[in-house]
């Protein structure tokens, strides 16, 4: 097992809120190599003593369950140096004390310094074998960019020691939809055109932009969101069985589907996409602000798109993919509808107005999973045989010890296994797709909608919505 991580951006956001205290719950469980050390790597001018002071209540507020002891051993681990990433010098001098032991670089810096580093990396020898690299999302801004990064790093570093993470593919609740798919007669039976009318993935968030504005007023609902954790779900959801659990064979089906999606178009960008920007309003009765982007951008915080995959299994299947920032509640799910019934026999309700099958996978925040089906049992006596909806929620038992994303991931990566990490195929697929998307809006010039926070997005969004929100959204209120 590697032993080292320098870990880039380690006075950021990302490393502070998720990465450290991930560290530290591995440290816990015993599940960290004896000697592990972690390098933390910053522009400022700290040094170990202050790092470990300023880092020390961090870790205390993300984890109060953590022991003393604990915090004081990830600490001791733990030192810091001060570094310019724009200077490869700076980032090889950096790193070259410690490169005879096994190290994996984490960066959890912006994609615009990606080269720079990993050129650093390379001189310094962190990057020969067998060295490995984590590299947060987004890989660039577009597929250009993208591909800049992609062949410039690979020229130090081979595929196979390249972890690119997503952090949605560390989920516990991401993992399941494999296994309820390919572990269950049941879904696979129904998982085609034939039986499915229309798929809806869902990332909602009630959090806004908030201290995120430099890198937001760049990137968006659609590279932010989209590109990345809504694409990964719904390979999941599409993909085709792979032969086996071995990495490659996941991957290779994950970008079977990605290079199936059909471009979008300017022609259809109105009709099969929306994008919107949160005013004021209100998220569980506090005010909420407007999100201003700085000058010159006009970035959304919601994005609709409704995507086809241009295969035998999916074609004329619907997905709608939706995400915003500001909206009326913290939900992902994954719902899938199916057809109506071919022959219906009943009287009431009438055949229009039956509800159809719908299976919802509730990601987060809690995982679940709902089976809408018709019965007579919730409706009156035997007379009439009348149907209702039924709601049948499959709970999934709580209180389970689950590892957060990052937990997992630092552990697969740290043990060479790639399953959960995202190939470079599938980055190069994934930007192709939300080019054509961006480009669409572009040429088609659509139209940024306001929507008040704390709503379930712009009017305009309604019809890309899964049913129950899209009721409250049709309300015009919260849920
Ligand atoms: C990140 C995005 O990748 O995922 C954020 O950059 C978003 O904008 C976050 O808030 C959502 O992650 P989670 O795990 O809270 O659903």
């Excluded at 991930?22 to 050390?37: A, I, M, V, Y």
């Excluded at 908030?210 to 659609?222: I, K, P, T, V």
Aim: with cysteine; glycine share 6%.
């Amino acid at each position: 097992m590697h032993d080292t991580l320098f870990l880039f951006g380690a006075t950021g956001d990302l490393a502070q809120r998720y990465l450290f205290p991930s560290l530290l719950r591995l440290l816990g469980d015993g599940l960290l190599p004896e000697d592990f050390k972690v390098r933390a790597l910053a522009l400022s001018p700290h040094d170990t003593d202050a790092f470990r002071e300023i880092l020390r209540p961090r870790l205390q507020q993300a984890m109060p369950m953590a022991s003393q002891d604990d915090i004081h051993s990830l600490l001791q681990r733990i030192d810091y140096r001060s570094v310019d990433l724009r200077n490869p010098e700076s980032v090889a001098e950096s790193v070259h004390d410690l490169v005879d032991r096994n190290c994996v670089s984490y960066l959890a810096i912006p994609p615009g310094l990606y080269i720079s580093t990993c050129e650093g990396l390379a001189k310094g020898g962190a990057l020969a074998a067998p060295h490995r690299l984590m590299l947060e999302k987004p890989i660039g801004s577009d597929s250009a960019s993208a591909e800049e990064i992609i062949s410039t790093i690979g020229q130090w570093i081979d595929e196979d020691r390249v972890f690119r993470l997503d952090h949605y593919l560390g989920k516990a609740a991401v993992q399941n939809l494999i296994a309820l798919r390919f572990g269950n007669t049941l879904l696979e039976a129904v998982w085609n055109r034939n039986y499915i009318e229309s798929v809806h993935i869902l990332v909602a968030e009630s959090e806004g932009v908030d201290g995120r504005d430099a890198y937001y007023a760049r990137s968006g609902a659609l590279r932010d969101m989209v590109q990345s954790h809504i694409l990964q779900l719904l390979c999941l959801v599409a993909m085709e069985p792979p032969a086996s659990l071995e990495a490659d064979r996941i991957r290779d089906e994950k970008v079977k589907v990605l290079r199936a999606l059909r471009p979008l178009d300017a022609k259809h960008a109105a009709r099969d996409s929306v994008r919107g920007r949160y005013t004021a309003g209100t998220i569980n009765g506090q005010p909420a602000q407007a999100y201003q982007p700085p000058e010159g951008s006009d970035v959304e915080t919601f994005a609709g798109v409704t995507a086809h995959i241009d295969n035998w299994r999916w074609s004329g299947v619907p997905f709608h993919l939706v995400t915003g920032k500001r909206l009326a509640e913290r939900t992902t799910r994954v719902v899938v509808t199916l057809k109506p019934v071919t022959h219906w026999l009943f009287e009431r309700p009438h055949r229009g107005n039956a509800t159809p099958n719908r299976i919802t996978f509730q990601l987060q925040p809690q995982e679940n999973i709902e089976l809408g089906l018709m019965s007579s049992l919730a409706g009156p006596e035997w007379g009439a045989l009348e149907l209702h909806p039924l709601e049948l929620e499959l709970s999934v038992p709580t209180g389970l010890h689950r590892r957060i994303a990052y937990e997992r991931l630092f552990l697969d990566a740290f043990n060479g296994n790639h399953a959960l990490f995202v190939r470079d195929d599938e980055v190069r697929a994934a930007w192709a797709w939300i080019d054509s998307v961006s480009d669409a809006w572009k040429e088609a010039k659509l139209p940024l909608q306001p929507y008040p926070a704390g709503q379930w997005g712009p009017e305009e969004a309604a019809g890309f919505l899964p049913a129950d929100a899209d009721a409250d959204a049709t309300r015009g209120g919260q849920a």
